[in-house]
């Protein structure tokens, strides 16, 4: 239990539907992000938010897109899928945008 | 340019103490070193960072060579569950995660 909750744990969607992934964390921290993590590559950050403000958007495309509705909850709206974004994608919290990071435990994702 | 070099892998026996290496010449005054490990499937998992001293919690030692130019993270007895992907990152604390690397880490493989 890492204070940090993802859902759903595995997803499987097809080109053209609509979904999100849901980020809860229970440590009271203030920044919030999502990385992706393809197969065999290196963590890819994509998103961060501070204090439900955008910081980071690592040039993501546009079928991804982010809600940070308040510091507890992120998720991540996913429409019109390629299936090379089939990857794991991991939320994280940290106290400020400059502390320790906490991992949730990540959604899998599988676009057919 | 990656700031740490580990190595690819490497096997430990279950039970016995588990060194894992991490070269960081280029380290600056101000960077930490963090170390997270990911096991297969789940959120990369933080499990101790330091500045010079050395640095132990319930999970592991943490020894910076005097030049910080090097560390060694010690699994005091390692257990089959904790064979994972480790990972050696140095960072100016403060400094956004958006701008670091994971990069590849060390497989490790606890083996009875």
């Known amino acids: 239990e890492t204070g940090v909750t993802q859902t759903p744990r595995h997803l499987v969607m097809g080109m053209t539907n609509k979904k999100s992934l849901k980020c809860e964390q229970h440590?009271?921290?203030?920044?919030m992000y999502w990385y992706k993590q393809s197969a065999k590559k290196p963590l890819e950050l994509m998103f961060v938010?501070?204090?439900?403000?955008?910081?980071e958007n690592n040039s993501v495309p546009s079928r991804f897109s982010p809600e940070c509705p308040n510091s507890s909850h992120l998720f991540l709206h996913l429409h019109t899928l390629q299936p090379e974004d089939s990857a794991l994608y991991l939320c994280?919290?940290?106290?400020?945008?400059?502390?320790?990071?906490?991992f949730g435990e990540g959604s899998w994702l599988t676009v057919v | 340019d990656a700031k740490t070099t580990q190595p690819p892998s490497m096997d430990c026996a279950e039970g016995r103490a588990a060194n894992l290496p991490c070269n960081h010449s280029?380290?600056?005054?101000?960077?930490?070193v963090y170390w997270y490990r990911q096991i297969h499937s789940q959120g990369p998992q933080y499990i101790i960072h330091?500045?010079?001293n050395n640095e132990t919690n319930e999970m592991a030692s943490l020894i910076i060579t005097e030049d910080r130019k090097s560390s060694t993270l010690i699994l005091p007895h390692a257990t089959l569950r904790d064979t994972a992907v480790y990972y050696c990152?140095?960072?100016?604390?403060?400094?956004?995660?958006?701008?670091?690397?994971f990069g590849a880490g060390t497989q490790v493989v606890v083996t009875p």
């Open positions: 330091g500045l010079k």
């Open positions: 440590l009271g921290h203030n920044a």
């Open positions: 280029t380290i600056s005054g101000n960077e930490y």
């Open positions: 938010y501070n204090f439900k403000e955008q910081t």
């Open positions: 990152i140095v960072r100016v604390d403060g400094d956004s995660w958006g701008k670091l690397q």
């Open positions: 994280a919290s940290s106290q400020d945008s400059g502390n320790t990071i906490y």
